[in-house]
Nanobody
């Protein structure tokens, strides 16, 4: 059984930081490209950042320089470090695992940036 379990999000003030984690089980983790997506109310789900099994990363333009994705293949975990958070980063954040043939989603975690 495949599971992607995200850590809790939370309420953060503008300019603050938050780190999300996603622990995977039931997959050969190091062959999966792992990603973080987000969906704000009334908007489509969008890619935030992704990292291949070999460590190549890509980011949405809106988060470049503020967010960092990383992975620990020994722990089957992917992280998203979010700095300099803005109100427009408010969304439900989803972990995604993609092997090129199959993909899986976490349950999502709410991140709210507000004063």
């Amino acid at each position: 059984q495949v599971q992607l379990v995200e850590s809790a999000g939370g309420l953060v003030q503008p300019g603050g930081s938050l780190r999300l984690s996603c622990a995977a089980s039931g997959i050969i983790f190091n062959i999966f490209t792992m990603g973080w997506y987000r969906q704000a109310p009334g908007k489509q789900r969008e890619l935030v950042a992704a990292i291949t099994g070999g460590g190549s990363m890509n980011y949405a333009d809106s988060v470049k320089g503020r967010f960092t994705i990383s992975r620990d293949n020994a722990k089957n975990t992917v992280y998203l470090q979010m700095n300099s958070l803005k109100p427009e980063d408010t969304a439900v954040y989803y972990c995604n695992g993609n092997s090129g043939k199959v993909f899986y989603w976490g349950q999502g975690t709410q991140v709210t940036v507000s004063s």
